[in-house]
C-alpha cells in the first residue's frame, strides 16, 4: 500500500477524555474548534496561515474589544467531511506535525481540506496541492490501492463526487482491468496467492478475469459504476463481464452458491442486490452459463426481485443447457413456465435442424429426470401436474425412453392410491419400443405397472430378442408374432390371465439364455435361441388364440398409444407357416 507521509515535528496532539483533543504547548490555546460532540482545543495562529474558512469562521466570531483579553474564540463546525479524524489531520499539517496519509484516510483528507479552503492562494504546498500529486502519482497508479479507495468514497459523498474522486478511481481501475494481460506484471489480485516453488515464483500466465474478485469488496452501488466503466471501454468480452457477475453473486447473494434454507433479515437490501446483477448481464447470449441464471432465478424468486421475468426467460431459452441439480430447486408451475418459454423461443428461426433436436432431446431428458426426482414429493406432485409438464416434451425426441419409464415408476411408487385408469393414462406417455434391456428387465418384473405396460414389454423384447437372433445366424427375415390384434387394447389385457403373463416372463429369460449361449459358441447354431423364440411365439399365440375363441374381436381402425403394435394384415396362420 502506498503512503505520504507530511510534515516533521512530532506529534503533539493529546486526550482529555473521549471528547476533547488539545495540543501539548508552552503557549495558552486561544480557539475551540467543536467538531461534532469533539471539541479542539488549537492556536489560531497555525489554522489561520493554512485555511480560508477558518478565517472567516473566527473572524465572525471574534471578540469585541470590551471582552476580556484572554477570552478563547469558540467556533462550531456541524459537518466537515470525515469529522473529527479528518479535520485532525489538516489541524496537524497546520502545525507541521508528522501525518501520514494512506488509502484509507486520503479521501476524507481531501474532502475536509477541501471544505477548510486549504488552497494554494492560501499558502504555496498547502494540503490540498500535497494531496492532489499523492493521489495522482501513487495512489490512483496501483490497482489495489484504487480499490480501496474507491471503496472509501461512498461514505463522503457528496463531497466525493463533486471533487470528481469517485470518477477518476473508476477510471483507474477499468483502465487496469482492461490492459493486455501479457503486460499484467504487478500482484495481478490480491485476493490470490501464487504459487511458490522452493521459494522461488513459478511464471503463470495471468487469466483474462483476474480482477473479478477484487471488485467482490465493493457495494452494489460502486460494482454497477466499475462494470459499466470497464463495459464502456470495450476492451474485455462479454463472457468476463460475466464471470465478475458470477464471482459476486457468489459473495454477496445469500445461499446463491448453496440450496437449503438461508436466514435473511433485510430484504429490500438484497431484492435490490439481485436486481442490479440482472440488470448488468450483458446481451450476449453465452455471456454467463446457464447455472448462473438458474440460480440467480431462484434468488430472485425467493426475494421478490423486479427482474424475475426477464431473468425467467433468459433461463427458459437456454433450459438445454441446464443440469438436473440446477432445475430441482424450482417448484413444478416454475418448471412447466420454463419449458413454455424454451418452446416459445424455438419457433422457427435461423438454426439448424440438428440443433434443434438435439436442444428438444437435451430438454426432453432434463424434464424426465426432474420429474423422477419430483415424485419423490407426493403432497407437490399430484397426477394432473405430472401429465401436464411430461405432455409438453412428449414430442420431443429421445434416444431412449428409459428415463420416462423411471419417472412413470418414480410417480406410481409414491403415489400408490391413483386408480387403474390413471395408471393407464400416465403410461402412455411411455413407448415400449424405445426402453433399453435394462429397463425392460425392470419393467416386466414391475407390478406396479398395468397388465397391458407389461404385454406390450414383453411383446417387443421378443421381437428385439428374435431380431437379434436372426441377425447374428445372417438371417435377415425375424420370426413374426401374431399381430391380429393390438397389444395395446385394454380390454384385451384386462382378461389376460396373470399366469400368462408368469409364463411370457419364464419364455423370455429362457430366450435370454439361450442367446448368451449362442453368443458364446464359436459354430453359431440356432438351435437354442430359434427353441426360446418360438416357445415365446406359442405363448403370445395362445393369449391371442383365447382371445379369439372367447369373440372379442378389435376393430383394426382403433388408435393407440406410443409403443402399441398396430394390426397387419397376417395371420397367426400364416406366421406359423412362416416358421
Known amino acids: 500500500m502506498k503512503f505520504m507521509k507530511l510534515g516533521s515535528k512530532p506529534d503533539s496532539f493529546q486526550s482529555e477524555g473521549e471528547n476533547v483533543r488539545y495540543v501539548s504547548s508552552d503557549l495558552a490555546t486561544d480557539v475551540i474548534v467543536t467538531i461534532g460532540d469533539v471539541k479542539f482545543y488549537l492556536h489560531k495562529f497555525p489554522l489561520l496561515s493554512k485555511s480560508a474558512r477558518l478565517q472567516k469562521l473566527i473572524a465572525t466570531t471574534s ?65 490540498v496541492y500535497k494531496i492532489e500529486v499523492f493521489l495522482n502519482s501513487s495512489i490512483l497508479q496501483s490497482w489495489k490501492d484504487s480499490i480501496i479507495v474507491l471503496q472509501t468514497t461512498r461514505a463522503l459523498s457528496p463531497y466525493a463526487e463533486e471533487l470528481k474522486l469517485t470518477g477518476r478511481c473508476l477510471d483507474s481501475i477499468a483502465s487496469r482491468a482492461s490492459i493486455d494481460t501479457s503486460k499484467v506484471e504487478w500482484s495481478y489480485t490480491y485476493s490470490k496467492k501464487k504459487n511458490l516453488d522452493n521459494g522461488l515464483r513459478k511464471p503463470q500466465a495471468v487469466p483474462r478475469d483476474w480482477w473479478v474478485e477484487d471488485l467482490c469488496d465493493l457495494h452494489i452501488d460502486l460494482y454497477k459504476r466499475a462494470i459499466a466503466t470497464i463495459e464502456a471501454r470495450g476492451k474485455v468480452s462479454a463472457d468476463v463481464i460475466g464471470e465478475a457477475l458470477h464471482a459476486y453473486a457468489i459473495r454477496r447473494v445469500p445461499g446463491f452458491s448453496k440450496s437449503g434454507s438461508v436466514q435473511i433479515t433485510d430484504f429490500a437490501k438484497y431484492r435490490a442486490l439481485v436486481d442490479s446483477i440482472v440488470e448488468l448481464i450483458p446481451d450476449e447470449k453465452l455471456s454467463v452459463s446457464s447455472s448462473f441464471l438458474t440460480k440467480l432465478l431462484r434468488a430472485s424468486i425467493f426475494l421478490g426481485c423486479d427482474e424475475e421475468t426477464g431473468l425467467k426467460n433468459r433461463v427458459g431459452e437456454r433450459l438445454d443447457e441446464a443440469s438436473l441439480g440446477d432445475v430441482m430447486i424450482y417448484d413444478v408451475d416454475l418448471m412447466q413456465s420454463l419449458v413454455e418459454v424454451f418452446l416459445k423461443s424455438r419457433e422457427p428461426k435461423n438454426r439448424s435442424e440438428e440443433d434443434d433436436i438435439t436442444a428438444k432431446a437435451a430438454v426432453a431428458k432434463l424434464v424426465d429426470g426432474y420429474l423422477a426426482e419430483k415424485s419423490r414429493d407426493s403432497e407437490n406432485l399430484p397426477l394432473h401436474k405430472f401429465l401436464s409438464l411430461a405432455e409438453m416434451v412428449s414430442s420431443f425426441p429421445r434416444q431412449s425412453h ?34 433399453s434391456v435394462e429397463a425392460c428387465a425392470h419393467a416386466v418384473q414391475n407390478e406396479r405397472l398395468p397388465m397391458r405396460v407389461v404385454v406390450q414389454v414383453l411383446f417387443f423384447e421378443q421381437v428385439r430378442a428374435n431380431n437379434n437372433g436372426s441377425s447374428s445366424t445372417g438371417n435377415s427375415t425375424p420370426e413374426i408374432i401374431p399381430a391380429s390384434r393390438s397389444t395395446n387394447t385394454e380390454e384385451d389385457t384386462e382378461c389376460w390371465d396373470a399366469e400368462d403373463i408368469k409364463a411370457l416372463r419364464g419364455e423370455l429369460a429362457n430366450l435370454r439364455l439361450a442367446k448368451n449361449q449362442q453368443e458364446n459358441n464359436n459354430k453359431g447354431k440356432l438351435m437354442k435361441g430359434g427353441g426360446g423364440g418360438l416357445g415365446v411365439s406359442r405363448v403370445f399365440s395362445k393369449l391371442w388364440s383365447g382371445k379369439e375363441r372367447s369373440g372379442e374381436m378389435m376393430s383394426s381402425s382403433g388408435t393407440s398409444s406410443p409403443g402399441s403394435v398396430n394390426d397387419d394384415s397376417k395371420s397367426s396362420s400364416s406366421t406359423s407357416k412362416k416358421h
Open 63 to 127: 471578540s469585541n474589544e470590551d471582552n476580556q483579553i484572554h477570552q478563547e474564540d469558540e467556533i462550531e463546525i456541524a459537518e466537515i467531511p470525515g469529522g473529527p479524524a479528518s479535520f485532525e489531520i489538516c489541524a496537524k499539517f497546520c502545525y507541521g506535525m508528522t501525518v501520514t496519509l494512506n488509502a484509507y484516510n486520503v479521501v476524507a483528507a481531501r474532502c475536509a481540506a477541501e471544505f477548510l479552503e486549504m488552497y494554494e492562494t492560501v499558502e504555496k504546498g498547502n494540503l
Open 402 to 435: 428409459d428415463g420416462v419409464y423411471r419417472a412413470i415408476d418414480m410417480f406410481l411408487k409414491e403415489h400408490p392410491e391413483i386408480n387403474k385408469s390413471e395408471k393407464k393414462r400416465i403410461c402412455r406417455l411411455m413407448d415400449c419400443r424405445k426402453l
